[in-house]
């Protein structure tokens, strides 16, 4: 190979002086060494799997993420905006009343199959289906209370048995604590979390509006009080019937409270619903309820319009 060869396949861009090779000004590109390339590390999914499952909720509100913990602490209510989550009904008992203080009673009553109703999955396996999951045996919890030393009939419904669904056990439960404190001269206190009427007990299940009514129309004949508590939701025939029968009315914020859904009310009436249609605060406004009480604050609100209503 000649110079002319050499230097054309080996020293192009540099120049010769004195033997010494310089580099013109140009950037010269790194030359990928393959050998050492790092490996890439791809642990984003796997840890996504290692996650424990039930440590965060996010807030369908403002989209906070909050570890459980905190939102137990704050009564499910979330820390950024108020948000309140469903509460269960033993949950509810223990922040509302004097500890100690609730009695249970009719705590073995459980609903039956008596239609023996069909369809996706039978009433009797729905039932046996939520009394393992919420370790209840309906869909409220009724006894003999307390706040502040004042004695009170109390019934929690529990949204997460079947929807809080009126059945006969329900219906029969809250008549029975009703007629009890009317007897005892004592007012009741009914927190209602309800989708209304239970489907799978037809007829039975409609007749709890008026045998819950009639034992509320006797209490009230004996002038004494009856608050009624709406939580999110509280709809169908419990909206129609002894949840809006209260002396006193009181709502959590922002709570669901209506007879058939929005959607079922626009096609019937054609027409726009106003802002806001069916919330505790609409209703407020327009005088269904009496007062908006966050829930951190509702033992507090009981024990006032129990001091002022019930004489000592």
């Known amino acids: 190979m ?4 050499f230097k054309a396949a080996h020293l192009d861009g ?7 090779l310089q580099p013109t000004a140009y950037s ?5 060494m393959t050998i050492f390339k790092r490996p890439s590390l791809k642990f984003g999914s796997k840890r996504k799997r290692e996650m424990p499952e039930g440590l965060w909720t ?4 403002c989209n906070e993420m ?3 913990l905190a939102l137990d602490q704050n009564l499910r209510v979330c820390p950024a905006c108020g948000h309140h989550f469903s509460f269960s009904a033993r949950d509810r008992i223990a922040n509302l009343v004097d500890e100690g203080s609730f009695v249970e009673i009719n705590a073995a009553m459980e609903s039956i199959d008596v239609l023996k109703f069909k369809g996706v999955a039978a009433y009797e396996e ?3 289906s939520y009394q393992k999951k919420t370790s209840e045996k309906d869909a409220v919890v009724t006894g003999q ?4 030393g004042r004695p009170f009939g109390l019934a929690v419904m529990d949204f997460q048995f079947l929807g809080g669904s009126m059945a006969s056990v329900v219906g029969e439960k809250i008549t029975a604590i009703v007629e009890a404190s009317t007897q005892a001269q004592q007012p009741v206190v009914i927190v209602s979390a309800s989708g209304g009427a239970r489907m799978y007990e037809g007829v039975f299940s409609l007749m709890q509006m008026a045998k819950t009514s009639g034992a509320l129309a006797r209490h009230a004949a004996a002038k004494l009080p009856f608050i009624s508590v709406l939580t999110n939701p509280t709809m169908g025939g419990v909206t129609a019937s002894f949840a809006t029968l209260g002396d006193i009315i009181l709502a959590e914020p922002k709570s669901m409270i ?4 929005p959607r079922v009310i626009r096609e019937i009436a054609h027409q726009e619903l106003p802002q806001g249609f069916q919330t505790a605060e609409f209703l407020l406004e327009h005088g269904l309820i009496d007062a908006i009480v966050p829930r951190a604050q509702l033992r507090q609100r009981l024990a006032m319009i129990f001091e002022y209503l019930v004489a000592s």
């Open 126 to 128: 729905r039932l046996r």
């Open 2 to 5: 000649d110079f002319s060869s």
């Open 28 to 32: 010269l590109q790194p030359i990928s």
């Open 258 to 261: 209506g007879f058939a859904g």
């Open 145 to 148: 209370a307390a706040i502040e």
């Open 58 to 61: 996010k807030c369908p509100d």
């Open 66 to 68: 909050i570890h459980h």
């Open 14 to 20: 540099y120049k010769l002086s004195s033997f010494t």
